[in-house]
């Protein structure tokens, strides 16, 4: 009987099916891009529709992957400002809904150099992908 009000209003279940990026970038180190996609969609999804196997599929594909970096040096001390963003396009009934998140890293160093690399934590990472899932899920029907 308590279930009978989710599926009176015939509430959408889905499932999320692929994982995949076209995204230049790849790997973080030695992460998969997608890693841990699966379940921040499956999270944010359920606030929205019922999750079941049985559900219609929805796909997911990172399309955008950046580092737009900005510096500021004066008299030997060095701010970074990195933001890390995530492109993500979600497919469901034939739709696509397209998102992208941001999330920002402050780096401050005194007499030192900053090597270029990909200072990523993997918070960074996953608030950005959780922003541009989100964006997307507020598209969706």
């Known amino acids: 009987l308590f279930l009978l009000p989710v599926f009176a209003f015939g509430q959408d279940c889905v499932k999320v099916d692929s994982i995949y990026s076209t995204a230049k970038l790849r790997e973080l180190g030695s992460r ?10 499956e999270d944010l999804l359920s606030a929205k529709y019922c999750m079941s196997d049985a559900g219609k599929d929805v796909d997911i594909e990172i399309f955008y992957f950046g580092i737009p970096k900005k510096t500021l040096r004066v008299a030997g001390i060095e701010r970074s400002n990195q933001i890390t963003q995530v492109g993500v396009r979600l497919y ?5 809904y397209e998102g992208v998140g941001e999330s920002e890293t402050a780096v401050t160093a005194v007499i ?4 270029d690399g990909i200072p990523f934590s993997k918070m960074t990472v996953s608030n950005a992908l959780k922003k541009a899932i989100e964006a997307c899920i507020l598209k969706m029907p």
Request: glycine share 10%; aromatic share 10%; net charge positive.
């Open 32 to 41: 998969d891009i997608r890693f841990g996609v699966k379940q921040i969609a």
């Open 112 to 115: 030192m150099e900053l090597t």
């Open 92 to 96: 469901f009934n034939g739709q696509k």
